[in-house]
């Protein structure tokens, strides 16, 4: 048997010294932000755009992507220093929507372009502060011979953009294509290469649109922003939980009103839900929110409240197309099932928010406190909330429940 001997390690050749650093030598700066000029999707990327860096954006199509960002860079303090380059459409088109939008007087750059290498060139000698490439499915880079749009090709762009932009200092917005599952069409490393992924939600039939960001350096990640499609663009929603709520219209069993978290924010949500007797295998369907969670919240009003539903079909729905993920949902949700399977009204001058363990326990959830001012600012009369979500001090346009469990939340809305 041999032994392998060690080999002693030379480095690479060629290779740069560097220095390192201690972590307390290195001065903390803070990051400059600039404003979009539009406050719904400055919340969104906490607080404004940040010098340097690479926000990436996608939607379905038609959904307002370019509107949003034409809009962006025309309400920028200097729209002079705001370049965007358009793979695309026709500098014509462009320039029609922007007449349509009202900033038709705007004085953005315009470059319609695909290869990255000019657009570097052409950003390089006019020195823009933001920038817009849409989309970044359709740049490519002399460097590679496939076609725009493949996976090699929108890494390879996307990384040259990337770092031109980290280097000048300059904010980039890139527009993505969504593929049919709704996920941004391209290498998954893209996502990773930037530092904000922000999706652009909305229902085909409905006006409103929202702004979601699931990935922020810079920022709470989950945050939501509410814009109002017109015909003279996207206007954003001072008040988005008024969009959400038709209570005193139409009441009927099933509809609950919840108070969700979505990013640094609360926010009002009504939901509905519908019990009817099964024909056949129970179903469980659901709008908006994970089914799976439905059917494990069922299983503990079941075991923990006594109410078995095993033959009955139960669907659930989130009015206005919002996606709840949060687990604070989960008292609401259940009042509103109980609701429609009794066909009881509850109150509609109540709200719910808590999360329930499988114990049947209610446990709590983060912006207790913030969630109840919201729900007193927009006349709600009584909440029901887990009891370490209970405000120290009595609170005086608004009723608390503090309870513990399932079984007296339940006893409080009989």
Same mark, same amino acid.
């Given at each position: 048997m041999v032994k392998a001997s060690a080999s002693r390690w030379t480095?690479?050749?060629?290779? @740069?010294?560097? %220095?390192?650093?201690?972590?307390? @030598?290195?001065?903390?700066?803070?990051?400059?932000?600039?404003?979009? &000029? !539009?406050?719904?999707?400055?919340?969104?990327?906490? &607080? +404004?755009?940040?010098? +340097?860096?690479?926000?990436?954006? +996608?939607?379905?199509?038609?959904?307002?992507?370019?509107?949003?960002?034409?809009?962006?860079? %025309? /309400?920028?303090p200097d729209p002079t220093k705001a370049l965007y380059v358009t793979g695309e459409e026709s500098l014509q088109q462009v320039s029609l929507r922007?007449?349509?939008?009202?900033?038709?007087?705007? #004085?953005?750059?315009?470059?319609?372009?695909? @290869?990255?290498?000019?657009?570097? %060139?052409?950003?390089?000698?006019?020195?823009?502060?933001?920038?817009?490439?849409d989309s970044v499915q359709t740049i490519f880079t002399q460097t590679l011979q496939s076609a725009p749009g493949s996976v090699s090709q929108v890494r390879e762009s996307a990384a040259h953009l990337v770092r031109f932009a980290k280097q000048s200092g300059i904010s980039l917005y890139l527009v993505g294509h969504v593929n049919k599952d709704g996920a941004i069409a391209g290498p998954r490393v893209l996502e990773h290469m930037v530092d904000t992924v922000l999706y652009f939600e909305g229902e085909k039939d409905s006006r409103f649109r929202m702004v979601r960001a699931i990935k922020n350096r810079f920022g709470a990640v989950n945050e939501l922003g509410i814009f109002a499609m017109t015909d003279k663009g996207l206007r954003g929603v001072s008040n988005p939980s008024a969009i959400f709520l038709s209570r005193n219209r139409f009441p009927a069993p099933g509809t609950v009103v919840m108070v969700t978290w979505e990013g640094s924010r609360p926010l009002l949500i009504e939901i509905q839900a519908l019990v009817d007797?099964?024909? +056949?295998?129970?179903?469980?369907?659901?709008?908006?929110?994970?089914? /799976?969670?439905?059917?494990? !919240?069922?299983?503990? !009003? /079941?075991?923990?409240? &006594?109410i078995a539903m095993h033959q009955m079909d139960v669907f659930l729905n989130v009015v206005g197309g919002v996606k709840i993920t949060e687990t604070g949902a989960d008292l609401a949700i259940l009042v509103a099932v109980l609701s429609s399977f009794r066909n009881k009204i509850i109150d509609n001058a109540s %709200?719910?928010? &808590?999360?329930?363990?499988?114990?049947?326990?209610?446990?709590?959830? #983060?912006?207790? @406190?913030?969630?109840i001012l919201e729900a007193a600012k927009h006349g709600f009369k009584r909440i029901i909330v887990p009891k370490a979500n209970a405000p120290r001090q009595k609170c005086d346009d608004i009723e608390v429940i503090a309870v513990n469990s399932l079984s007296e939340a339940l006893a409080n809305i009989d």
């Open positions: 480095g690479y050749a060629g290779a @740069q010294e560097v %220095a390192l650093i201690p972590l307390p @030598q290195i001065s903390a700066i803070a990051t400059k932000r600039l404003s979009t &000029g !539009l406050p719904e999707l400055d919340q969104v990327l906490g &607080g +404004g755009v940040v010098e +340097g860096s690479v926000i990436l954006i +996608g939607g379905d199509p038609g959904i307002g992507k370019s509107t949003l960002l034409l809009q962006a860079l %025309a /309400n920028v922007a007449k349509r939008l009202g900033v038709g007087d705007a #004085p953005i750059k315009l470059l319609a372009e695909t @290869q990255v290498e000019t657009i570097i %060139a052409l950003a390089t000698t006019h020195q823009p502060k933001i920038m817009v490439i007797d099964s024909h +056949g295998i129970p179903r469980r369907v659901t709008v908006g929110y994970d089914h /799976n969670r439905l059917a494990l !919240l069922l299983a503990v !009003l /079941n075991r923990h409240g &006594g %709200a719910f928010f &808590g999360e329930i363990g499988l114990g049947g326990e209610l446990r709590p959830v #983060p912006g207790g @406190q913030e969630r």
